[in-house]
């Protein structure tokens, strides 16, 4: 009846929300208190990363890897958000919702 809760990570959806490199992660906790959606908890381990319990809930919003002092996060967006463009001529990539996005192509397309 007195049994301990352990929180574990949910292992149910192919979401990975935040990633925190270990060996970067000074375990600050700046990145659950910012946190809208409460993805991640602290680590009952003292100086351990925190652990991601729901990534399935990360909305991508990126107030984690903005305040973490140590740059210990990456964000994996879904497959569904990793929408790019190749500019055949240059080469250069862009994705949606870059914060500088290239000038529009003028020249029209070739067949």
């Known amino acids: 009846m007195y049994s301990k809760a352990y929180l574990v990570p949910n292992p149910a959806t192919p979401n990975a929300g935040p990633v925190r490199?270990?060996?970067?992660?000074?375990?600050?906790l700046q990145c659950v208190e910012v946190c809208r959606c409460d993805v991640a908890v602290p680590?009952?381990?003292?100086?351990k990363p925190p652990?991601?319990?729901y990534p399935d809930e990360c909305w991508y919003c990126g107030n984690c890897k903005v305040h973490c002092p140590v740059d210990a996060l990456t964000l994996?967006?879904?497959l569904n958000q990793r929408?790019?463009?190749?500019?055949?001529?240059?080469g250069e990539y862009y994705r949606m919702g870059m914060k500088n996005?290239?000038?529009p192509c003028t020249t029209p397309p070739t067949s």
Do not use: E, L
Request: proline fraction near 20%.
């Open 51 to 53: 652990i991601n319990v």
């Open 76 to 78: 994996v967006y879904p």
């Open 83 to 90: 929408i790019g463009f190749k500019r055949k001529a240059t």
């Open 101 to 103: 996005p290239p000038p």
């Open 21 to 28: 490199d270990p060996s970067k992660c000074i375990a600050c």
């Open 43 to 47: 680590n009952p381990i003292k100086g």
